[in-house]
């Protein structure tokens, strides 16, 4: 299975930072890479697909990029409904759909 | 608007069994691919398996961990997807999460998903 792996697990930022995460994959998964943002309590929800295609409605904000195994999510300028758990999620080795382990954003 | 409400959430005793549904509404339920996830009590996510549209031929992909136990199916005429989980084990706990899926890139087989829209979920407690 390919395992993916996203750093760091937690972050602490304030509103108006720049943030980024990274999501590693254990070998290529090409450009297979999509994002989501959980909320507690809330379902996962699909930020970005493809590396760096945005999902309807999703602010402008929020970009990603990379390819073969190395990606990442950037956030330009953090709003307080942004602190959520991010999950980076590969496609490639479909259809072992196999997600990172979560990075939590939270208020500094 | 797409809508997915998952229902069937119980808890049940390890061995047991439970049927979850997902019950859409907002597209053409048929045309999606449809998928199952799962996220135990403070952990991350797991895909569960997933059922493709017949224009994909209906086939059905399980996860190591719920293979031979578990079993999707879907009816298009009434927009359902369903879990059957058999024999259930306590490391079954977690919310149940129905999504659609959508193709990333066409002309590759299998094709590979992405998965734009999630129900709430619903819970799955296995405990004697």
């Known amino acids: 299975d390919i395992q993916m792996t996203q750093s760091p697990s937690s972050l602490s930022a304030s509103v108006g930072d720049r943030v980024t995460i990274t999501c590693r994959a254990s070998?290529?998964?090409?450009?297979?890479l999509n994002w989501y943002q959980q909320k507690p309590g809330n379902a996962p929800k699909l930020l970005i697909y493809?590396?760096?295609s945005l999902q309807s409605g999703v602010p402008s904000r929020f970009s990603g990029s990379g390819s073969g195994t190395d990606f990442t999510l950037t956030i330009s300028s953090l709003q307080p409904e942004d602190f959520a758990t991010y999950y980076c999620q590969q496609s490639y080795s479909t259809p072992l759909y196999t997600f990172g382990q979560g990075t939590k954003l939270e208020i500094k | 608007e797409v809508q997915l409400v998952e229902s069937g959430g119980d808890l049940v005793k390890p061995g047991r069994s439970l049927r979850l549904s997902c019950t859409a509404s907002?597209?053409?339920?048929?045309?999606?691919?449809m998928s199952w996830f799962r996220q135990a009590p403070g952990k991350g996510l797991e895909w569960v398996g997933f059922?493709?549209?017949?224009?994909?031929?209906?086939?059905?992909e399980y996860a190591a961990s719920v293979k031979g136990r578990f079993t999707i199916s879907r009816d298009d005429s009434k927009s359902i997807a369903y879990l059957q989980m058999n024999s259930l084990k306590t490391e079954d706990t977690a919310v149940y999460y129905c999504?659609?899926?959508?193709?990333?890139?066409?002309?590759?087989?299998?094709?590979?998903?992405?998965?734009?829209?999630w129900g709430q979920g619903t819970l799955v407690i296995v405990s004697s």
């Open positions: 070998q290529s998964i090409s450009s297979y």
């Open positions: 493809a590396v760096s």
């Open positions: 999504t659609r899926g959508l193709i990333i890139v066409r002309g590759v087989w299998p094709p590979p998903y992405y998965f734009d829209y």
């Open positions: 907002g597209f053409t339920f048929g045309d999606y691919a």
């Open positions: 059922i493709r549209s017949k224009a994909y031929g209906g086939t059905i």
